[in-house]
């Protein structure tokens, strides 16, 4: 095996994302259940605002500690891949830059100017580190001379940030319409919103995969 750190790093990321898929499958759904209470309590329904309560305790809670064993999990990858492939060390910065730009964000929270700027930032961060590993595959992929890696790579980062723009679209519609009766177009948006993020993380998880695969060879 030529690169051990990559595929061991490579295995680990492939790991982070399937736990971000399912955390992402829950906090789709912890949305979905917010809309639900909204639309039960304006109807008077005791039964169904609890019942849709539960459900977002339980799945956030457990969509909150799957992202937590992703992150983990994504940043140890990284590391172990990076003494391989350059690139992952810029995710490795971009990784840093996000924890730094939270923590910004958290401290100036009072502060609307501040909060906006590292809430604009932060929401680049994922995006910046898909492309990034895609870019440390296909890097990886050249040194291997495997040109169905690179085009797969080319194909995937296109989808990769077609989806990300329309998610973004989808996110803003639903804040917009979330006031009264607009409470239905938000759970339309909501759901678009969320099929595009696991489309996203399917490819995503299925490059890495082949990516995998490439490296154990």
């Not at 992202?67 to 590391?79: P, T, W």
């Not at 938000?186 to 909501?190: G, P, R």
């Given at each position: 095996m030529k690169f051990q750190n990559a595929y061991e790093g490579v295995k680990k990321i492939f790991t982070a994302e399937i736990l971000s898929l399912i955390a992402s499958?829950?906090?789709?759904?912890?949305?979905?259940?917010?809309?639900?209470g909204v639309i039960a309590a304006s109807n008077d329904s005791a039964g169904g605002t609890v019942a849709a309560l539960g459900g977002v305790v339980v799945l956030?809670?457990?969509?909150?500690?799957l992202?937590?064993?992703?992150?983990?999990?994504?940043?140890?990858?990284?590391?172990k891949a990076s003494h391989d492939e350059p690139a992952f060390k810029i995710v490795l910065y971009i990784i840093f830059a996000g924890i730094a730009l939270s923590v910004i964000g958290g401290a100036f929270s009072g502060n609307a100017t501040v909060k906006n700027i590292t809430t604009i930032l932060s929401s680049a961060v994922n995006p910046a580190v898909t492309v990034f590993i895609i870019q440390g595959i296909k890097n990886l992929a050249a040194r291997l001379n495997n040109d169905e890696v690179i085009n797969k790579g080319d194909t995937i980062f296109k989808i990769i940030i077609a989806s990300y723009?329309?998610?973004i679209i989808a996110q803003i519609v639903a804040a917009i319409a979330q006031n009264g009766t607009g409470a239905i177009i938000?759970?339309?948006?909501?759901l678009i919103a969320g099929i595009l993020s696991i489309v996203q993380y399917i490819l995503y998880i299925i490059y890495l995969n082949k990516a995998k695969q490439m490296l154990a060879e």
């Open positions: 499958v829950c906090t789709t759904i912890v949305m979905v259940l917010t809309v639900v956030g809670l457990g969509a909150m500690v992202a937590v064993i992703s992150f983990i999990f994504q940043l140890i990858g990284v590391n723009a329309l998610i938000a759970l339309v948006f909501i």
